[in-house]
């Protein structure tokens, strides 16, 4: 009888009368005939690379349908390993230690295990650690595949042993390669027309299982005449965005959306936004996170954009959804076209390292209040000058420990409302200096 983990899980093409998948029938024979990751396959690529010498254990991050199986199944056959899939979310700790003595059984008779494993990031820390003395005493080489960033997912144990390939979803010239595979497959031109073809195969979203799905719905048409793009976004539902709200791409698409907003760029800060709130994001999240843009990127360079941001945020929450979202786009233009300045942010931060670094210096005592005899007695309040009694209502004494080092923190740029306050700080001092030389301070 053969074992449930002996050999990986048999394809439909090998079921005698079984319906077989067209992405079945497609499936590469080879390395050099994968659409795609030409980076790690081409001549110079990681993979190509790789396979002159020995064979490390893999971890492959990347979308869905773009290769991450076949790879497996074909550097199994390239380097003459026994393959084994198995998947983390339906195998246990028991499956694995079959799997373990299976492989050590095998290695004993002379044949390597390629154990391919979906996935891995579902795995928790016991699980993953359980892989290591077998990958370290060569039973097996591992290829695990997961969609999300292996740098948070995985422990650190596993990923220094394990080289990490990226694989990148695929461009429209390779879903064009892969229809045009799947064309020569079905032995007909798919019965569309330029504009819906291209919007087929972005529809797929980088997939290749997915547009391979798509071609054999509309293959089983039997449409006549070219389809249009109209016709077939009615016929077809466009797969769902790949976005995870707790995930990698939640804070792919933030940051894109921060520095876009920060570079200026109103159309790509704009398209961000949609992209999140496509994919279901909070908009409540999006607001606090444009309303920290305002404080962190536009400062005082335009007072008023924090309150824009603040208005939107109310605003969507009075109207809701759909209506609300406009409200944070438009806050989201107005800080992509609004002056830049970092120049707050940055004194505050050197602020808090400043009074980090003077501990418990006390206040001067001229600018402490004197709310008893005894503190009077002390000194506390003597010799303050009341700004408002000055020339200008401006004094010009030390605000500062006195045994601290005058510094500077905020330096204003020069745009927007903050070309104003840098004017306003040069006079304030050059008076100082003034009152200075004279002792008046």
Same mark, same amino acid.
């Given at each position: ?47 190509? =690379? ?7 254990? *893999? ?9 991450? =199986? ?68 060569? =039973? ?6 997961? =969609? ?87 016929? *077809? ?39 999140? *709130? ?12 444009v309303t920290r843009m305002a404080v962190e990127d536009i400062g005082l360079a335009d007072p008023q954009a924090q309150g824009i941001c603040l208005q ?13 979202? *406009? ?115």
């Open positions: 009888m053969t074992d449930l983990f002996d050999t990986a899980p048999q394809p439909a093409s090998d079921v005698p009368n079984a319906p077989v998948p067209l992405a079945d029938r497609l499936r590469p024979a080879a390395l050099d005939t994968v659409i795609g990751q030409g980076h790690l396959l081409g001549d110079d690529g990681a993979l190509t =690379t790789m396979l002159e010498g020995t064979l490390p254990s *893999l971890v492959l991050w990347g979308p869905p349908g773009v290769g991450k =199986t076949t790879i497996a199944r074909l550097l199994a056959d390239r380097t003459g390993r026994h393959f084994v899939q198995i998947s983390a979310i339906f195998t246990g700790v028991a499956d694995l230690r079959k799997v373990f003595e299976t492989a050590r059984n095998r290695r004993a008779n002379g044949k390597g295990t390629l154990l391919f494993v979906d996935e891995i990031h579902r795995f928790n820390k016991a699980q993953q650690d359980s892989f290591l003395p077998h990958m370290e005493d060569g =039973t097996i080489t591992l290829v695990g595949a997961t =969609t999300e960033n292996p740098s948070f997912e995985l422990n650190a144990a596993l990923m220094s042993r394990a080289q990490v390939l990226v694989l990148e979803r695929l461009t429209l010239r390779d879903m064009e390669l892969l229809t045009q595979r799947a064309e020569k497959e079905l032995g007909a031109k798919l019965p569309l027309d330029g504009e819906a073809r291209e919007a087929m195969q972005e529809m797929a979203d980088g997939d290749g299982r997915a547009l391979l799905n798509l071609i054999e719905q509309i293959a089983a048409w039997g449409a006549k005449g070219p389809v249009d793009r109209d016709t077939l976004s009615r016929r *077809l539902q466009r797969r769902a965005a790949q976005y995870d709200k707790s995930g990698d791409a939640h804070y792919n698409l933030i940051s894109a959306l921060h520095k876009s907003v920060r570079g200026s760029d109103p159309d790509a800060a704009v398209y961000w936004l949609a992209r999140m *709130l496509a994919g279901g994001e909070d908009p409540r999240y999006l607001a606090r996170r939107a945020w109310e605003t969507y929450e009075r109207l809701g959804s759909p209506e609300g979202e *406009l409200a944070i786009a438009n806050a989201v233009i107005y800080l992509a076209l609004a002056p830049k300045s970092n120049a707050a942010y940055a004194a505050y931060k050197a602020a808090v390292a400043g009074a980090a670094r003077t501990g418990s210096e006390p206040p001067p005592k001229h600018i402490r209040n004197a709310p008893t005899k005894l503190m009077k007695e002390q000194g506390y309040g003597a010799g303050y000058a009341y700004d408002h009694d000055e020339v200008d209502a401006f004094s010009g004494q030390n605000y500062f420990p006195d045994d601290m080092k005058r510094p500077v923190y905020y330096v204003p740029v020069d745009r927007g409302f903050e070309r104003e306050l840098g004017r306003r700080l040069d006079w304030f001092v050059e008076q100082r200096e003034k009152r200075r030389v004279r002792g008046d301070g």
